[in-house]
């Protein structure tokens, strides 16, 4: 049975240090492809929020697979909370990009840095760009947190808001046309 994976990393304060580099260490998995499917089952999304009054400084990224389980597929790692049924591929165009990599036969790991970028929140996107294989992959995001100010507060409170929170404020239908 296929299926689509959207879940939130929790980790305690308790865990993260401050000033301090920190990591998560996590698996992904892609099914195979579904050229024709549209209700984002191709995609698999790890969303991340950084406790309430910090911001993450996110580091480097380092991404790995082996042969047997993963070829062809393709990561990316977005500023925010992003998810889209329209698939993280070629075409796809999102201004929240941080980084996006394709995995095949001989490009099995990728190793990025993320330029000590600032951000409330991230989310990790995976898919298979393959109809007959799935793949998996391990990722290790590195970052640091700090405490924000009282400026950035109210500018991450507006930018981006606690999703479950403002569900119904989010578009859920494309408007076309002007009026």
């Not at 499917?37 to 406790?51: D, F, K, Q, V």
């Not at 409330?120 to 391990?138: G, I, N, Y």
Request: hydrophobic content about 35%; charged content about 20%.
């Amino acid at each position: 049975m296929l299926c689509c994976l959207v879940y939130r990393e929790v980790i305690s304060m308790e865990d993260r240090q401050v000033d301090k580099i920190n990591r998560l260490a996590t698996y992904l998995f892609a099914p195979p492809m579904i050229p024709e499917n549209i209700t984002g089952i191709n995609n698999t999304w790890l969303y991340n929020r950084a406790p309430t009054g910090y911001k993450f400084l996110l580091d480097s990224i380092q991404v790995s697979t082996t042969q047997e389980e993963g070829r062809d597929g393709i990561f990316a790692v977005f500023d925010g909370h992003e998810y889209t049924h329209w698939n993280i591929f070629p075409g796809v165009v999102s201004h929240e990009l941080l980084y996006r990599g394709e995995l095949n036969q001989y490009i099995l790991n990728l190793d990025a840095s993320l330029k000590m970028w600032e951000c409330k929140e991230f989310s990790l996107a995976l898919r298979s760009s393959s109809q007959e294989t799935p793949v998996k992959v391990c990722v290790v995001i590195w970052f640091y947190i700090r405490k924000m100010t009282e400026l950035e507060r109210l500018q991450y409170a507006v930018l981006q808001p606690k999703g479950d929170r403002y569900k119904k404020s989010f578009r859920t239908t494309v408007q076309t046309g002007g009026t």
